[in-house]
């Protein structure tokens, strides 16, 4: 399939974390369904071109620092300067470990840092999709959340999974809330997938750790995930709207 015939061709998404693990699968697979990613990234500017390239140069580089209360509304004010948005990826995210045994000052940085980067930075980037999106005929907002915010989460990340809860909630929302004006909302709730934030809990904890109450055995892969991405976002997609998507090898069955 070359790029012009692709599901995607001419549709211009904004990837935040685009350098990640699941963020780079994403935008390499978007790109060879023919879209224009807006390829977010926060310090890695190198790793934000090297992708660039990999993808041909059909695309955009945009950096944003998330963890800073203005960060989400200067990146879609740099997304924005070269015209219509048509889908926004908040997949950036952090996972931190903190325990109730901290003392209050780390334990709130931690708290405060967690929501600011998952969920604070992609509110903002919802409200002024949702805001573009009305304006020039619709777009879809894909969130990334995680199986942590559906059934719990490990006491040392407990802040983690609360960010990913609201998510999925604030996602719902909007689908109800904004549907009928060509608004598309859906969460992604992947268990582990096999990325840099994965392997730093395999360091701490062990594989067999993550992997123990995984049916299938092992993680996801990083292109799964861009592939169920690419399936959201076509247009042929008109009535998948305010589902969360469970990727998590049978770990969680709703
Ligand atoms: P990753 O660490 O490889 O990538 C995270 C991305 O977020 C990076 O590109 C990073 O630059 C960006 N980011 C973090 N803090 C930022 C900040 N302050 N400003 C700007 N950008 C910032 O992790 P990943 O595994 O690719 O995770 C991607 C998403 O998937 C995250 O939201 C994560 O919570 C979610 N997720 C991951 C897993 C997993 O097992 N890997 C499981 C469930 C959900």
């Known amino acids: 399939m070359s790029v012009e015939s692709g599901l995607l061709h001419g549709q211009r998404v904004l990837v935040t974390g685009g350098t990640g693990g699941i963020g780079a699968a994403i935008v390499e697979r978007l790109a060879a369904e023919g879209a224009w990613p807006l390829i977010h990234f926060g310090r890695d500017k190198a790793a934000a071109e090297a992708l660039l390239e990999r993808i041909g140069g059909r695309g955009s580089v945009l950096q944003a620092d998330l963890s800073c209360a203005e960060g989400a509304f200067e990146l879609w004010r740099k997304a924005q300067a070269d015209g219509r948005i048509h889908a926004l990826v908040n997949n950036a995210g952090i996972r931190s470990e903190v325990s109730v045994d901290a003392e209050p000052e780390a334990w709130r940085a931690a708290w405060q840092k967690e929501f600011q980067v998952n969920f604070f930075a992609a509110a903002d980037l919802c409200k002024q999709a949702i805001q573009h999106f009305r304006a020039h005929g619709g777009g879809k907002i894909v969130n990334m959340a995680s199986r942590a915010g559906q059934r719990g989460y490990a006491a040392d990340a407990m802040p983690y999974g609360a960010t990913k809860a ?57 292109a799964e995930l861009a592939e169920l991405v690419a399936f959201v976002l076509r247009a042929s997609q008109l009535s998948l709207n305010g589902a969360t998507l469970d990727v998590n090898g049978g770990s969680y069955i709703r």
Do not use: C, Q, Y
Request: glycine share 8%; charged share 20%.
């Open 166 to 222: 609201a998510l999925v909630n604030l996602t719902k929302s909007i689908a109800a809330s904004f549907g009928r004006e060509g608004v598309f909302a859906i969460a992604i709730a992947p268990g582990w997938v096999r990325t840099a934030m994965a392997e730093a809990f395999i360091e701490s904890h062990g594989k067999a750790a993550a992997v123990a109450d995984i049916p299938v055995g092992e993680m996801a892969e990083p």
